[in-house]
């Protein structure tokens, strides 16, 4: 213990040296943690490296770090007193969590920091703690409630948000519905018209930061037609904030005579779209064949799997990505760890797949997709691969971890969140691994 | 609820005994627990592998699995096969809730049924007794 001490004093003055000698650009590029020697179990590119910070935490979805490195992170489904939110702490700098602590009685998705509040969601309400100087959260017990009585079904019932730098806060609202079937996924039944979900669901809706107990009365339905949003981010850059939609599942299963497998394991994409207020995804009235890169009739609606829409009430994606890999976080690279290229780029996590089937699974990865000129190049890589354990995925139950949530360290570091286990990864540059 | 249970357990257990065993030297006919099988399994790629996925592991909150379930290896044959019947919402299975549907299947005969529950409960690690389509046919009767 003592010689940890001494070792982390050592540290501190060889860190203050640093400061003095050099600017603050180069002391965002230096990288003192060590990779695990497996990479924690992850594929990445050369000279990237990945250690896991902790394990085993439940189901960790979204996860954000403070300035001091903290992380916190969101753990979804029912949860036992005080671990709704699950702080971790790095004492010694070896990148390993080792205070961990918790608080929150909810189970939910969505966290964030902005402006010296941490944000988090339940499936129904929205909360924000004031944080110290030192980015701790100052009463665990009394946050202040800004959002309550948002709409939850069964499906898509998770509350992402993101802010931007006017004191609003955007929350998805899923439609509790897979495509506004009078019978949800129920074999020939045809869509509600005009669907009743997307007064108070099915969309992205906006209200203030500072104003406590919002409802639907308060706030604005920011955009619609998106089915369900789980990864989102502001992009400070472009001041814009964009999402990435969750396409819908079963052409096959309920219109087998419009789809084959194959058709269903390739054609409903899922698309990221740069919102502006008011935009109108389609949902449930079409969905966006990556093959033929156009929006589609859904069949629910008088859709044969050939017909186009026209209607021009319906924005076309920004992008889009191969169907049902479900993209549950997003997050721009402001970073100056990583080169040059990841800057102001998209990271995707995406949580991987079940409606490929009886094809091969999907996903369970993290891509790249670099923008120029504030937009996708329209190409994405894999960054990060691993996670399922498995070459193939056959069924998704077998997947020993899930890509879920994203963050960015204060020295660029990317961490990943895993809702399995409970992983949270840390990946970082360097490049003497190359 | 437990003495429900136990009364079907003891029930089963009564039918069991009394249950003539079929020969070893019959000639499989459709009504075997093998033909029964095969045909459950091309069912189940039709009608049920979408959600509960090739390994029956369904998929994690979202559809329930069918491998190792209690309730599909367990004695209750009305349940499960009211839950093919009707479909299943919003129900917690085995203490875990799933956020997709079940759609009901009416429109499946009463062997079709019986040959998929037949094979599920005899597929992956599960190993359990036939379901006939009489069985089905008797609770389809008294289903609303």
Avoid at chain 1, 225 to 251: A, E, I, K, P, T
Avoid at chain 1, 290 to 303: F, Q, R, S
Avoid at chain 1, 397 to 406: F, Q, T, V, Y
């Amino acid at each position: 213990m003592r010689k940890i001490v001494s070792l982390c004093l050592a540290c501190i003055v060889l860190l203050s040296t640093t400061v003095l000698a050099a600017d603050s650009t180069h002391l965002n590029n230096q990288i003192t943690v060590k990779p695990d020697a497996d990479n924690a179990g992850l594929k990445l590119l050369p000279g990237f490296g990945a250690l896991k910070v902790a394990d085993n935490l439940g189901r960790t979805r979204h996860l954000v770090v403070n300035a001091q490195g903290d992380i916190y992170t969101k753990i979804m489904g029912r949860v036992a007193s005080e671990k709704g939110i699950v702080k971790l702490h790095d004492s010694n700098g070896d990148g390993k969590a080792d205070v961990i602590t918790s608080f929150g009685n909810y189970g939910g998705t969505g966290i964030a920091i902005k402006n010296g509040y941490l944000y988090a969601s339940s499936d129904e309400e929205v909360f924000r703690y004031k944080l110290d100087d030192k980015g701790a959260v100052l009463d665990t017990k009394q946050p202040e409630k800004i959002i309550t009585g948002l709409k939850k079904g069964n499906q898509h019932e998770t509350k992402s948000i993101a802010l931007d730098n006017d004191g609003n806060i955007y929350v998805n609202i899923g439609a509790y519905s897979n495509s506004c079937q009078i019978e949800d996924r129920t074999k020939g039944s045809l869509g509600k018209m005009p669907c009743p979900i997307l007064d108070s669901a099915g969309g992205i809706w906006q209200f203030k930061t500072s104003v406590l107990n919002q409802t639907y009365a308060q706030g604005e339905r920011y955009a619609t037609g998106l089915r369900n949003v789980v990864g989102l981010d502001w992009n400070s850059q472009l001041n814009q904030l964009f999402v990435m939609q969750h396409g819908r599942d079963q052409l096959h299963d309920l219109f087998p005579e419009l789809y084959d497998e194959r058709a269903n394991a390739e054609k409903p994409a899922e698309t990221m779209y740069a919102i502006k207020k008011g935009t109108n995804a389609g949902w449930p009235y079409v969905y966006y064949d990556p093959e033929l890169n156009k929006k589609m009739v859904a069949p629910e609606y008088g859709g044969d799997a050939k017909k186009e829409s026209t209607d021009p009430a319906f924005s076309n994606p920004t992008m889009a990505f191969p169907a049902h890999l479900a993209p549950n976080g997003l997050l721009f690279y402001t970073g100056n760890q990583f080169p040059e290229k990841y800057k102001n780029g998209a990271f995707i996590a995406f949580h991987g797949s079940w409606n490929r089937a009886p094809l091969p699974q999907a996903g369970y990865f993290v891509v790249f997709v670099p923008f120029e000129n504030g937009k996708p190049t329209g190409k994405w890589e894999v960054f990060a691969d691993g996670f399922s354990g498995m070459e193939v995925v056959t069924g998704t139950r077998g997947a020993a971890h899930r890509p879920c949530g994203l963050a960015q360290g204060p020295d660029g570091s990317l961490y990943v969140s895993d809702d399995v286990k409970g992983t949270i990864y840390r990946i970082v540059y360097n490049k003497e691994t190359k | 609820m437990k003495a429900i249970k136990y009364g079907v357990v003891t029930l089963t257990a009564f039918f069991l005994i009394n249950h003539q065993p079929i020969s070893a030297t019959e000639q499989p006919s459709p009504s075997t627990l093998k033909a029964s099988i095969g045909r459950g399994k091309e069912l189940y790629l039709l009608q049920c592998l979408a959600c509960h996925q090739v390994d029956g592991g369904g998929v994690p909150h979202l559809n329930a699995p069918l491998d190792g379930s209690a309730n599909v290896k367990g004695n209750n044959k009305a349940r499960l096969i009211k839950i093919v019947l009707n479909g299943l919402k919003g129900e917690e299975i085995e203490g875990e809730a799933y956020g997709n549907v079940m759609a009901p299947h009416k429109d499946l005969t009463d062997q079709q049924i019986a040959d998929i529950l037949t094979y599920v409960r005899n597929n992956w690690s599960n190993k359990a007794s036939q379901i006939t389509s009489a069985e089905v046919k008797a609770i389809r009767a008294k289903n609303k």
